[in-house]
Structures are given as C-alpha cells and as structure tokens.
T-cell receptor, first 116, second 114 residues
Framework: DARVTQTPRHKVTEMGQEVTMRCQPILGHNTVFWYRQTMMQGLELLAYFRNRAPLDDSGMPKDRFSAEMPDATLATLKIQPSEPRDSAVYFCASGPTGASSVFEAFFGQGTRLTVV | DAKTTQPTSMDCAEGRAANLPCNHS???????VYWYRQIHSQGPQYIIH???NNETNEMASLIITEDRKSSTLILPHATLRDTAVYYC???????????????FGQGTTLQVKP
C-alpha cells in the first residue's frame, strides 16, 4: 500500500534549535508539496517541487525556513532557528504530475511540531 | 489559481445525503474542481475531481453547474465517519497538466449527527 511517510510524527524542541522534517514521497511521484496547518491560518502551502526542482516557495518564511529534495525519495523542510510561532502540523504530499489519468495528491500523516 | 467560497459549517443527519456547496466564479477553462476532506488530525484525503461533467465514484458525487461557477459535493448516505472538514479547490494541477498547485481555503466543517 503506497503512502507518503513523514518523520518524525511529533517533535518538541526549544526555541532557537534547528528542526528538520523529512518526507518520503510515493515512489514515482514527481511533485512534492509542503504545507503548514494551524488553527488560525488553516492549511498553508509553503513550497512545492516538481522533478526535485523548487517551483514555488513564496509561502515560506525565507529567513528561517528551507526546503530541499536531495534525491527523488526524500524531501526535507528545515527551520533554523525555530520559534514558538512555528508550532504547527506540517504536512507533505506527493502526486504524479503529468500522468494523464491521475489527479490525486497523497498526504502524509504530518509532523506535529511544538517549539517551547 | 481561482478562489473558492464555502460555508463555514454544516450539519447532516446520519443516513441522509450531505450536499456541500462551493462557489468558484472566477474559475478558468483549464482548472479542475477538486474536493478533499480532512478527518481530525489526519492528512487531507482526495475525494473526487471534475472539469465540466458531473462525476461519481465510490465516495461521492460531484455536480458542476453548466457555467462552472459553482459545484456541489454529494455524500449520498452520510455516516458518522464522514464528519470532517471538506475543502473545495480549483486548480489546473493534475492529469497531463504541468502547472498549478493545490491551495486549500478554510473549508466546510461537516458534522454528521446520529
């Protein structure tokens, strides 16, 4: 059963620490989305990649957030330094863009980040 | 990508049909209508999509108006497990398209009651 895997599922860290969240997209999917969800803002698109290249990261605070795809099986979202306002659930999703019969993006279970 | 408008919340009795409306008056010709739902604390889940024609799958039906400016998601026999936030999205992303992204609005919180 193919699925998007996110690690860790939960992370508690102190303000100022670096946080790295990882996502393993479904094999063969060439589009990866990163979202952040909070009660106040809902689901916000932070960045997305196609064929490992960043297409749009306009939703991401550039001073402290960075997103990369070192290879086709791994996407990372890094926060350095972390702040309490970064506390949220971070979701990764993948989809096979360009596949004529496929329209579904698959979401991982999310990483719940708490910055204290 | 075009913007959508959905009611904030709706109730539905268990076993009855749930009809969730969505307005997307600025939709472009190449944009699909997508519906996703998010059950508490889980990642969003794809339900259905359409371009012009009405669509049906094992989960739901999607009715798109002829002018494509609005749509309705229908859950024919709602169960308690259908309680979730339902998101209507319009985007050129998907299929053979190489453009677009999925932008989520605030969605409709559907509460199915016994």
């Amino acid at each position: 059963d193919a699925r998007v895997t996110q690690t860790p599922r939960h992370k508690v860290t102190e303000m100022g620490q670096e946080v790295t969240m990882r996502c393993q997209p479904i094999l063969g999917h060439n589009t990866v989305f990163w979202y952040r969800q909070t009660m106040m803002q809902g689901l916000e698109l932070l960045a997305y990649f196609r064929n490992r290249a960043p297409l749009d990261d306009s939703g991401m605070p550039k001073d402290r957030f960075s997103a990369e795809m070192p290879d086709a099986t791994l996407a990372t979202l890094k926060i350095q330094p972390s702040e309490p306002r970064d506390s949220a659930v971070y979701f990764c999703a993948s989809g096979p863009t360009g596949a004529s019969s496929v329209f579904e993006a698959f979401f991982g279970q999310g990483t719940r980040l708490t910055v204290v | 990508d075009a913007k959508t408008t959905q009611p904030t919340s709706m109730d539905c009795a268990e076993g009855r049909a749930a009809n969730l409306p969505c307005n997307h008056s600025t939709i472009s010709g190449n944009e699909y209508v997508y519906w996703y739902r998010q059950i508490h604390s889980q990642g969003p889940q794809y339900i259905i999509h359409g371009l012009k024609n009405n669509e049906t799958n094992e989960m739901a039906s999607l009715i798109i108006t002829e002018d494509r400016k609005s749509s309705t998601l229908i859950l024919p026999h709602a169960t308690l497990r259908d309680t979730a936030v339902y998101y209507c999205i319009v985007s050129p992303w998907g299929g053979s398209s190489n453009t677009g992204k999925l932008i989520f609005g605030q969605g409709t919180t559907l509460q199915v009651k016994p």
